[in-house]
């Protein structure tokens, strides 16, 4: 990798100052705070969604720049509005003031602006790093971001641990307000170019006549409903309804992110040996046992099940992360701009429909206790099953995307992993091929 600018040096320390914010806004955290201003199952249901849901309003980036003219100008006010937000919570919790609907004013702030931070920022540093440089760079840059995450995930869950939940929570809001202001400080250093406004012109038109394009977002659409359905109500279960100790919960949460570090680094080299898609099902693949298990959990058997599913996630979305927008970009076309861009309309649009349906659902099933063969459940986790069902359903839609799939070769057998995935067979190829992988290195 050249020589760090910087601008580059400060990017790596912005990330990791606000990752330390940011994973207080994840999970059982923004769970146990939104608890705490009295939220119910459909207002945390939209605090979850709301980064999702803003990724609507991303089409409107070249209106701001040419309001604003500059990157700069128009970076740090986004920043400023979206991270400074924060400072009402610790303020509201000092004056014993508990609103829930400030906090999901607080929260949709900080999604629906930040959204153009990072659209911002992305573009701005495609042209601040070279191509060839910025796979090692974003690498050793999210090395560093998950360090810090994973540090703080311990502090947040030892204050939680604290008997005074007014002082837990004040002492929370209060480190969340100092990285976020001091992550718009970090950003404020950057050296932003300039670039041409006529250039980021979006046109949704081709993208939507491209048959292609259209089944890899019924397939998104799908699964981000699946995804937003389901997402709050783990931490809910586990901290309402099973009293899961915090300090357990951060302990997970960090074998997950530590877990996480090594496995993008493994899915990084499969993705060039078997494919984005088939990286993307094997995830899928696995996140989905995981919406099993909490279905299957219960309060004397949570702690074996918490530790299953933190491995089980790591394994899920280190691969889920890595291979879906890099299978986005496979498919898109000329001007990808325009494919990005219907992605995150269909993201935010299923994103939105799902926060609703499960947080009405949710309402309607909080308190409710349901038995099968005399064994009582949770209302809550009939949420799992739908969102497991939903989950198999979108693996399925993604075998109708066509992408690079390398035919795979087994004791003279040709396994087309193509032909297998149109007839919505069982894809063993991919495993096969591990298997044989790990048979050649025994036998060397």
Same mark, same amino acid.
């Given at each position: ?17 606000? *990752?330390?914010?940011?994973?207080? @806004?994840?999970?059982?955290?923004? @769970? ?7 939220? *119910? ?188 359905? @389901? ?11 099973? *009293? ?187 495993? @096969? ?7 050649? *290195?025994?036998?060397?």
């Amino acid at each position: 990798m050249t020589k760090l600018t910087s601008t580059m040096k400060y990017s790596i320390a912005e990330g990791s100052v606000y *990752n330390s914010f940011f994973i207080a @806004t994840q999970g059982f955290i923004i @769970t146990s705070i939104a608890l705490f201003f009295g939220s *119910n199952p459909l207002e945390i249901s939209l605090i979850s969604s709301f980064p999702v849901i803003a990724q609507l309003f991303q089409i409107f980036t070249k209106k701001i720049l040419k309001k604003f003219r500059s990157r700069k100008k128009s970076l740090m006010f986004f920043a400023f509005l979206s991270r400074t937000v924060f400072l009402i919570l610790p303020v509201l919790i000092f004056l014993d003031f508990k609103n829930k609907y400030i906090l999901v004013a607080v929260f949709s702030i900080f999604s629906f602006f930040g959204t153009f931070v990072g659209n911002i920022w992305t573009s701005s540093m495609r042209d601040i790093i070279k191509f060839e440089d910025r796979g090692k760079y974003f690498g050793f840059r999210n090395i560093f971001s998950s360090i810090s995450g994973i540090v703080m995930l311990f502090v947040y869950s030892q204050l939680l641990n604290l008997k005074d939940t007014g002082k837990s929570m004040l002492f929370i809001t209060l480190i969340m307000s100092f990285f976020s202001i001091f992550s718009v400080y970090l950003l404020y250093k950057h050296n932003i170019p300039e670039s041409d406004i006529k250039a980021l012109d979006v046109k949704l038109g081709k993208t939507f006549k491209d048959s292609q394009f259209k089944r890899f977002l019924k397939f998104i659409m799908v699964w981000t409903f699946a995804v937003e359905f @389901t997402r709050p109500y783990f931490s809910y279960y586990e901290i309402t309804i099973l *009293n899961v100790n915090y300090e357990f919960l951060g302990h997970m949460s960090m074998l997950t992110s530590i877990l996480s570090i090594f496995l993008y680094m493994l899915y990084g080299n499969m993705i060039d040996e078997f494919g984005n898609k088939n990286i993307l099902s094997l995830g899928m693949t696995i996140s989905t046992i995981s919406t099993l298990l909490f279905f299957l959990m219960g309060v004397y058997n949570y702690k074996s099940i918490i530790l299953m599913d933190s491995i089980f996630s790591a394994f899920a979305w280190s691969a889920i992360n890595l291979a879906i927008l890099n299978l986005l970009l496979e498919i898109a076309k000329d001007p990808v701009e325009n494919y990005v861009a219907a992605y995150s309309i269909a993201s935010g649009f299923a994103a939105i429909c799902a926060s609703l349906a499960g947080g009405f659902l949710g309402n309607f099933l909080k308190g409710k206790v349901f038995y099968i063969f005399d064994e009582s459940y949770y209302g809550i986790q009939l949420i799992f099953i739908i969102g497991f069902i939903l989950r198999i359903y979108s693996i399925l839609l993604l075998s109708n995307v066509k992408a690079f799939e390398k035919p795979l070769k087994y004791k003279g057998i040709v396994i087309s992993n193509s032909i297998s995935f149109r007839r919505r067979d069982v894809n063993l190829g991919i495993y @096969t091929k591990i298997l044989s992988i790990f048979k050649t *290195n025994k036998e060397k």
